[in-house]
Nanobody
């Protein structure tokens, strides 16, 4: 079992930055791949970024490449999503998700491959 808690969301103006955190508990975090997903009102949940448990591989949605950075600190059982140059279209509830038992370099984008989810944190970007 893995429990995930997101934090760091809020209201920011376009062009600003936020850093989201995903704190995990319940098992050895260093063997867990983590992804960030988001869901805007009236839209389906979509992939944002992912990081392998070894931190050697990362993946990003095209819409956030060059603006968002995913990282992790296994000693703190935490994954971060640094979001820069935010746009109004980034407004959504952001969720982190965990996949247990992945290979050392797996950083997949399919939400169906993640078995554990946090409750989400709201990010609102004003124009």
């Amino acid at each position: 079992q893995v429990q995930l808690v997101e934090s760091g969301g809020g209201l920011v103006q376009a062009g600003g930055s936020l850093r989201l955190s995903c704190a995990a508990s319940g098992r050895t975090f260093s063997s867990v791949a983590v992804g960030w997903f988001r869901q805007a009102p009236g839209k389906e949940r979509e992939f944002v970024a992912a990081i392998s448990w070894s931190a050697t591989n990362t993946a990003y949605a095209d819409s956030v490449k060059g603006r968002f950075t995913i990282s992790r600190d296994n000693a703190k059982n935490t994954v971060y999503l640094q979001m820069n140059s935010l746009k109004p279209e980034d407004t959504a509830v952001y969720y982190c998700a965990a996949r247990v038992g992945s290979t050392w370099n797996w950083s997949g984008s399919s939400q169906y491959l993640y078995g554990y989810w946090g409750q989400g944190t709201q990010v609102t970007v004003s124009s």
